[in-house]
């Protein structure tokens, strides 16, 4: 590891790491520092030499022991730069050095394999291939547009952060049981993305004007991402959720080389991201515990 450093979070050069995740074959905006500066505040840098190669280190320390996590709403961190295969097993042999528990995800583009990974799906549209929406899609669509429901953008950020604030986080914490945390989180990532000029919001909305979907987004020039949304009444029916996403493809795509669903581990949203033309994209997690004894059965 004699090429490789772990730099304190104030000492990052943030334009070299940027230059270099945007230089990646993977570019993804969930590796950019505007991003983790909102999801891991304090986050520290691996990186080769001159930010040739470099890994975003998301440490959290507990009982005087350090460990590496995946902060909330950010997958696929992992090694980002031109590496070959000899780096990314050097840089994973030295975390497991340095961390006595891990539990991370890497990004498509980092392809080890073996004792501690395992596969993960997201789903993406590239377009740069020819992709289809299936025929229940089709018709939703085509009933939203019946019954008057628009898509338009939330231009008003104070709109869209407020929404996010009122609706959206109570919704995650009922739904999703996120945590009081994980909504303060989810603000910041999203004031921090506008701040960047990185930010699109959406919402359906039927004749009279009342909200029945919004979503979030996120985009590089490669990379674009469904944040979170979603629908106002949790059983409906007007196909506002599917109008407003594929809005959102068709929006982004002269704009970004890849839509991504932003997850959908779960068969209901597997559907509905294929069925939006969708395709699973596999990645690994990464999980080490070499914690001691009892620490290692709690943490199982």
Request: glycine content about 6%; overall charge positive.
């Amino acid at each position: 590891m004699s090429e490789f450093k772990i730099i304190e979070h104030n000492k990052i050069d943030f334009k070299k790491w940027d230059k270099t995740v945007m230089n990646s074959p993977l570019p993804l905006v969930f590796a950019q520092s505007f991003y983790l500066n909102a999801t891991c505040p304090n986050w520290k840098a691996l990186i080769k030499n001159d930010y040739e190669i470099v890994l975003p280190i998301t440490e959290g320390q507990k009982l005087k022991i350090k460990y590496l996590y995946q902060p909330s709403f950010t997958p696929q961190l992992g090694i980002y730069g031109k590496s070959t295969k000899s780096d990314q097993e050097e840089i994973i042999s030295f975390l497991m050095s340095q961390f006595k528990f891990i539990e991370i995800e890497l990004n498509a583009f980092n392809l080890l394999k073996g004792k501690g990974f395992k596969e993960k799906p997201t789903f993406v549209i590239d377009f740069k291939k020819s992709f289809k929406q299936n025929e229940n899609t089709k018709r939703n669509i085509s009933k939203a547009k019946k019954n008057g429901i628009i898509v338009e953008e939330i231009k008003d950020f104070h709109e869209g952060i407020k929404f996010a604030k009122n609706k959206l986080i109570p919704w995650m914490k009922t739904e999703l049981n996120i945590s009081l945390k994980q909504g303060v989180l989810l603000l910041n990532l999203i004031s921090n993305t506008n701040d960047n000029k990185a930010l699109k919001a959406f919402k359906a909305i039927d004749e009279n004007g009342k909200i029945l979907s919004v979503g979030y987004f996120i985009y590089n020039q490669f990379h674009a991402v469904f944040l979170k949304g979603m629908s106002i009444n949790k059983k409906d029916n007007t196909g506002s959720m599917h109008l407003l996403m594929d809005h959102a493809i068709n929006y982004f795509k002269d704009k970004a080389n890849i839509f991504d669903f932003g997850g959908g581990s779960s068969s209901g949203l597997a559907n509905f991201y294929r069925g939006l033309g969708g395709s699973e994209l596999i990645y690994h997690t990464l999980k080490v515990n070499n914690l001691p004894w009892p620490l290692k059965i709690l943490k199982k």
